[in-house]
């Protein structure tokens, strides 16, 4: 069954870094697409970044310079390198893969990693 792992979440002061990290199992193809969204308490779920297949990046207006996304095709991970964090940044985030299957596209979601960013 296909999972996604995420680690690296936590508590850091407005300013510092975090490293999200996704480890997808061997189910979710190498070099398949990526992304991370975030989420905090009664609001939608926002995409933060995303990778293709060839590298390619897209960013959320409000991490642009900040955050940086890369994959590691080797270890089927990708990565979310959080820089000069703001308490607005706070928030679950989750590691989600869209697979294309005979069936369609399935959608895979991790578990979530809580990152809090106190001011």
């Known amino acids: 069954q296909a999972q996604l792992v995420e680690s690296g979440g936590g508590l850091v002061q407005a300013g510092g870094s975090l490293r999200l990290s996704c480890e997808a199992s061997e189910s979710i193809p190498s070099r398949n697409a990526m992304a991370w969204f975030r989420q905090t308490s009664g609001q939608a779920r926002e995409l933060v970044a995303s990778?293709?297949?060839?590298?390619?990046?897209t960013y959320l207006g409000s991490v642009k310079g900040r955050f940086t996304i890369s994959r590691d095709d080797a270890k089927n991970t990708v990565y979310l390198q959080m820089n000069t964090l703001k308490p607005e940044d706070t928030a679950v985030y989750y590691c989600?893969?869209?697979?294309?299957?005979?069936?369609?596209?399935?959608?895979?979601w991790g578990q979530g990693t809580q990152v809090t960013v106190s001011s």
């Open positions: 990778i293709t297949s060839g590298g390619n990046t």
């Open positions: 989600h893969a869209p697979v294309r299957t005979k069936l369609g596209v399935l959608d895979y």
